[in-house]
C-alpha cells in the first residue's frame, strides 16, 4: 500500500494528468498511424496489411524524395538567415539606449499573426495584378518583373520561406537579447579597454556567454522546420510542380486528396524517424557536457 | 498556346490567379473566355449585370474523330442520398420525397442559384422556368437536356475517378508544364495509377446511359 | 540598458539597419491596416498605398457578415477552456518535474520534446475518428481538449524552468510544518509562479487564438467556429472582398497585439526562459 504514496508515485500522480491528456490526443493517434504504415487503407475500406510495401514505394516516389530534399534546404535556410539577421539586430539593439522598446515591438510583431494573416499580406504585395512589382511597372520602374514568386518553380520554396521566416525571425529576436542581457557589461569594457573592434567584442564576448541559449535555439529551429507546413500549403500547397513540395505537405495531400492514408502514414514515420535522431543527437552532446 | 501567353497572359500568373481575378477579368473585357463549368454561372451573370456587355457559353468540343458534336460532362456537385447505414431509411426517403414534391418551388430554388450548382431530378420543360432566368442559363438547360437524352455525355475526373488518377491529371500536370517529365512519362505514371486501382477494386462505378 | 557602448558614427549605422529591419517587419502590416479601409472599388486603382476614402464600415460590414459577436465568443470561450485545462495540467506536471524529481522524468522530458514535432497531419486523422467514436466532434470541449494537448509540452516545461528556481528552503520549511505535496503545490508554487503562469496563458493563448488547423477540422457548425475560421470562410469564392478580408484580419489580430502591448515583458520572458532553460 505504502508503494502507492511513496516519493517517487506522488511525483508520477502530478505528471499523470499531462500525460493522460497528451497521450490521448499526440500518442496514441500517432501510434494508431504509425501501425497504419503497414497497411494500405484508404480511409474508409478494409484495412490490408502490406508488410513494407509503402516504404520500398517511397524509395522510387521522386516527388517524395524532393519534398525530404526541400526539407533539409528549408532547415539549412532557417539556420542561417533568420539566425544571422537575428543576432545582428539583438546585438545592436543592445547597445542603444532611445526606441528599444519600440524596435522590439517591431521586430515582434509579425510573430502574433496567424498564419493565414502573414501569407495573406505577402500574396498580395506579390500579386501580379495589384502587388508592388505591378505597381512600379505602372510606373515605369521595370526591375522586377510583375511575377509572383510563389507561382515559379525555381522560387517558389524560397519565396515561402521568406514569408515564414519574415514571422518567425522576431521569435528568435526576443531569445536573443534577453540572452545578452545576462552577459556581464564589465566583461565589454574590458574589450573596449583592449580596443577591440564591433566584431571581436561580438565573436568573443557575446556570442560565448550566449551559448546555451544560441544552441537552443538551433536545436528548435531544426525539430520545428521539420513538420513545417502551414505557409507552406496556403501560399502553394507544395506547387507548381512540386517545387515546394516539404514532407508534411506530401503527406497531407496522400492522406487527404489521394487517401492513401497507409501510405502517408508511412511518411509520417520516416518523419518521427528523423525527429528522434535529431533528438537523440542532443541528447548525447548534453551528455557530452554541451549546456543545452 | 501557353507560352504565346494565351492562357491567363503567363504559367505563372495561371497558377496566381483565383477565382475572383479571372472573374472580374472576364467581366471588364480582360478575357475573351473561361474554361469553366456551370457552377460559375451565378458568378457570371452578377459580374455582367452592371455591363453593357453580354456574356454567353458553348460547350467544349469534341477532340476526336467521329465524336459527338459538343462534350457535355457530368459531375456531382451535390448529393442528396440516404446514408446505408440510416436507422430510419424510410424517414430519409420521405423527407427526400418532400424536398423534391412541389415542382414550383424547387425550380425556384435552382433558378435562384442560376441552375449552374446542381442538376434538378425532376422533370421539367422549358416553360416551367422562371421568367426572369437568364436566357444563356434558359438555353444551357434546353440544350443539355437534349444532350443527356442522347445519352451524350461523359463524366468528370474530380467526380468519377479514383482519387490516386484523379488528382495525378491535374496536379501533376504541373510538372509535364514546368518541363520536368516528358509526357510519355506521365502517361506511362498515370496509366500505372489506374492499373493499381483496377486491381484494387477501386473503379467508381458509372450509371448505364 | 547599456551593454555595449558605442561611438556616434557607429550609432548612425546602427539605426539605419535596425530601421530598415523595422520597416520590412512593420510596412507590410501597415499595408494590411490601410487595405481595411478602403472601399472595394479603389482597389484596382490603389493597391498598395493610403486610402484615397477611408470606409470604416468595412469593419461593421466584416463585423455582421461574419457574425463576430459569435465568433470572438467562441475563441474567448476556447482559449480560457484551454488555458483552464492546461495550466492545471501542465503546471502540476512541471512542479512534479522541477520540485519532486521522479525517477525516469529525463525519458518523461524527451517524450515532451518528441511530441512537439510530430507533424498534425499524421495524427489527425486518427483523432478525428477517436474523437467522433467519443462523440467529442463538433464540441468545443473537444478542441479544447486538443489545445491543451497539443500546448502541454511547451507549458509544462516553461513552468518547470521556472519552479526549478524556487528556493528549496520555502518547501523544506512548509513540510516540517506539515504539509502534504499537493498543498506545497498550491500553496507554495503555485502564488509564486504567478510570473509563469501568466506568461504561459499568454504565450497558449495566442496559439490557440491563431490555430486553425485543428478549428477546421473538429469544428463544423458556424455557430461553433472560431476565429482562424472566419478569415478562410472569407477567402471563399463567394466573398473576396480585399476589404472585408483585411478588416477581418486586422479584427482578428486587434486583441493579441492589445493585450502584448500590456504584457510585452511577460510575453518576452516566458519565451525566453523557455530557451534560457530548456
Known amino acids: ?40 487503407w484508404n480511409g474508409f475500406g478494409k484495412i490490408n496489411y502490406v508488410g513494407f510495401e509503402n516504404f520500398y514505394e517511397l524509395f522510387d516516389d521522386r516527388y517524395f524524395k524532393k519534398a525530404v530534399w526541400h526539407n533539409i534546404i528549408w532547415t539549412c535556410l532557417f539556420l542561417t538567415v533568420p539566425i544571422a539577421l537575428a543576432l545582428t539586430c539583438a546585438y545592436l539593439l543592445t547597445g542603444i539606449t532611445k526606441g528599444q522598446m519600440l524596435f522590439r515591438l517591431c521586430f515582434f510583431f509579425p510573430y502574433m499573426l496567424a498564419s493565414i494573416i502573414s501569407c495573406q ?57 534577453t540572452g545578452m542581457y545576462q552577459v556581464d557589461n564589465s566583461l565589454y569594457e574590458a574589450a573596449d579597454i583592449e580596443g577591440a573592434t564591433k566584431f571581436q567584442k561580438f565573436r568573443f564576448v557575446t556570442l560565448p556567454l550566449i551559448r546555451p541559449i544560441f544552441i537552443f535555439s538551433i536545436m528548435i529551429i531544426i525539430i520545428w522546420s521539420i513538420p513545417t507546413f502551414d505557409y507552406v500549403w496556403i501560399l502553394t500547397q507544395g506547387g507548381p510542380a512540386y517545387s515546394s513540395e516539404v514532407l508534411a505537405t506530401n503527406l497531407y495531400s496522400q492522406a487527404f486528396d489521394r487517401f492513401n492514408v497507409g501510405y502517408s502514414s508511412a511518411i509520417g514515420t520516416l518523419m518521427f524517424i528523423y525527429t528522434i535522431f535529431i533528438v537523440s543527437i542532443f541528447g548525447v552532446l548534453r551528455k557530452l557536457g554541451w549546456e543545452i | 498556346m501557353v507560352d504565346d ?205 | 540598458m547599456i551593454v555595449a557602448k558605442y561611438r556616434k558614427r557607429e550609432l548612425v549605422s546602427n539605426y539605419t539597419i535596425l530601421t530598415i529591419l523595422a520597416l520590412t517587419c512593420i510596412l507590410p502590416i501597415m499595408l494590411l491596416f490601410f487595405n481595411s479601409i478602403k472601399p472595394q472599388e479603389e482597389f484596382g486603382i490603389n493597391p498598395l498605398g493610403f486610402p484615397i476614402t477611408i470606409r470604416l464600415a468595412n469593419f461593421v460590414d466584416a463585423w455582421i457578415i461574419g457574425e463576430y459577436a459569435q465568433i470572438f465568443l467562441n475563441s474567448t470561450k476556447l482559449v480560457i477552456g484551454t488555458l483552464i485545462l492546461n495550466l492545471t495540467v501542465s503546471g502540476l ?17 524527451v517524450y515532451l520534446l518528441v511530441g512537439v514535432s510530430i507533424p498534425a497531419q499524421m495524427f489527425i486523422l486518427p483523432l478525428f475518428l477517436m474523437w467522433k467514436e467519443l462523440g467529442l466532434m463538433n464540441t468545443h470541449l473537444g478542441l479544447i481538449i486538443i489545445y491543451a494537448g497539443l500546448n502541454a509540452p511547451f507549458a509544462t516545461f516553461l513552468i518547470r524552468s521556472y519552479m526549478i528556481q524556487l528556493p528549496d528552503e520555502l518547501f523544506d520549511a512548509a513540510k516540517i510544518d506539515g504539509a502534504n505535496t ?25 496559439a490557440v487564438w491563431n490555430e486553425f488547423l485543428f478549428a477546421l477540422t473538429f469544428v463544423h457548425d458556424d455557430s461553433k467556429k472560431p476565429i482562424a475560421t472566419i478569415l478562410f470562410a472569407f477567402q471563399s469564392r463567394f466573398e473576396n472582398n480585399w476589404g472585408l478580408v483585411n478588416a477581418s484580419a486586422v479584427m482578428m489580430m486587434a486583441p493579441i497585439v492589445i493585450l502584448f502591448m500590456f504584457f510585452q515583458r511577460r510575453f518576452i520572458a516566458g519565451l525566453t526562459s523557455g530557451a534560457s532553460k530548456g
Open chain 1, 121 to 177: 499580406i505577402w500574396k498580395y504585395i506579390f500579386h501580379p495584378l495589384y502587388g508592388l512589382p505591378a505597381w512600379l511597372n505602372s510606373k515605369g520602374i521595370d526591375l522586377i518583373p510583375a511575377v509572383s514568386p510563389f507561382t515559379m518553380k525555381e522560387t517558389s520554396l524560397y519565396a515561402v520561406a521568406f514569408v515564414d521566416g519574415w514571422h518567425f525571425w522576431g521569435f528568435l529576436v526576443v531569445i536573443y537579447i
Open chain 3, 182 to 206: 499537493l498543498q506545497l503545490f498550491y500553496r507554495i508554487a503555485l502564488p509564486i509562479s504567478w510570473p509563469v503562469f501568466l506568461t504561459t496563458g499568454l504565450v497558449v493563448g495566442l
Open chain 1, 1 to 40: 500500500m505504502s508503494i502507492f504514496f511513496s516519493k517517487n508515485s506522488i511525483a508520477w500522480y502530478f505528471i499523470l494528468p499531462v500525460l493522460a491528456v497528451h497521450f490521448m490526443v499526440v500518442a496514441l493517434p500517432s501510434l494508431l498511424s504509425l501501425a497504419l504504415c503497414l497497411t494500405d
Open chain 2, 5 to 209: 501567353g494565351y492562357w491567363s497572359g503567363s504559367l505563372e500568373n495561371y497558377y496566381a490567379l483565383g477565382w475572383d481575378d479571372f472573374h472580374a477579368m472576364f467581366a471588364t473585357r480582360g478575357a475573351a473566355m473561361m474554361t469553366i463549368g456551370t457552377w460559375t454561372f451565378g458568378a457570371t451573370a452578377a459580374g455582367f449585370a452592371d455591363s453593357s456587355d453580354e456574356w454567353d457559353w458553348a460547350p467544349f468540343p469534341v477532340l476526336r474523330d467521329g465524336g459527338a458534336d459538343a462534350a457535355y460532362l457530368l459531375a456531382l456537385g451535390t448529393t442528396m442520398s440516404i446514408n446505408a447505414s440510416s436507422g430510419d431509411p424510410d424517414a430519409a426517403a420521405k423527407v427526400l420525397d418532400f424536398i423534391f414534391s412541389n415542382k414550383k418551388v424547387v425550380l425556384d430554388m435552382a433558378a435562384d442559384f442560376n441552375f449552374g450548382e446542381f442538376v434538378v431530378p425532376l422533370y421539367f420543360s422549358a416553360d416551367d422556368i422562371r421568367e426572369d432566368v437568364s436566357p444563356q442559363v434558359k438555353r444551357y438547360l434546353v440544350e443539355f437536356a437534349e444532350a443527356t437524352g442522347k445519352g451524350d455525355y461523359g463524366y468528370t475526373t474530380w467526380t468519377f475517378w479514383p482519387a490516386d488518377p484523379g488528382v495525378h491529371i491535374w496536379k501533376d500536370m504541373e510538372v509535364v508544364w514546368a518541363g520536368d517529365i516528358s509526357v510519355e512519362d506521365y502517361m506511362y505514371d498515370h496509366q500505372k495509377m489506374w492499373d493499381k486501382a483496377r486491381k484494387k477494386g477501386e473503379l467508381l462505378p458509372v450509371g448505364a446511359r
Open chain 3, 93 to 109: 506536471a512541471g512542479f512534479s518535474l522541477a520540485k519532486l524529481y521522479p525517477r525516469g522524468s529525463n525519458a518523461f522530458l
